[in-house]
């Protein structure tokens, strides 16, 4: 069974930085496109941050910059770096991984960017 479960989430003040991280299990994470997405309330979901297996990286013009995207094959781990940070990051942040034509993802962890 595939699980993806993140962490690091929480209430930030505006400039200030977080680090989310997913884990995987149950899934060949070396051959997964990663990426995280989020979802603000009253929005679409958007895709943040993308990294292949080849670890090229893609991020929304929004958070160029701010966010980095990495990844631990061994530790079958993704990461989001983010930096800066602004109200408008406030979302539920999403871990994705893309196997061929399938989608898996996790729970969500809250992002909060609040003075």
């Known amino acids: 069974q595939v699980r993806l479960v993140e962490s690091g989430g929480g209430l930030v003040q505006p400039g200030g930085s977080l680090r989310l991280s997913c884990t995987a299990a149950?899934?060949?994470?070396?051959?997964?496109?990663m990426g995280w997405y989020r979802q603000a309330p009253g929005k679409q979901r958007e895709l943040v941050a993308s990294?292949?297996?080849?670890?090229?990286?893609d991020y929304v013009d929004s958070v160029k910059g701010r966010f980095t995207i990495s990844r631990d094959n061994a530790k079958k781990e993704v990461f989001l770096q983010m930096n800066s940070l602004k109200p408008e990051d406030t979302a539920v942040y999403s871990c994705?991984?893309?196997?061929?034509?399938?989608?898996?993802w996790g729970q969500g962890t809250q992002v909060t960017v609040s003075s």
């Open positions: 149950g899934i060949n994470f070396s051959i997964c496109t």
């Open positions: 994705n991984a893309k196997v061929k034509w399938v989608d898996y």
């Open positions: 990294i292949t297996t080849g670890d090229t990286t």
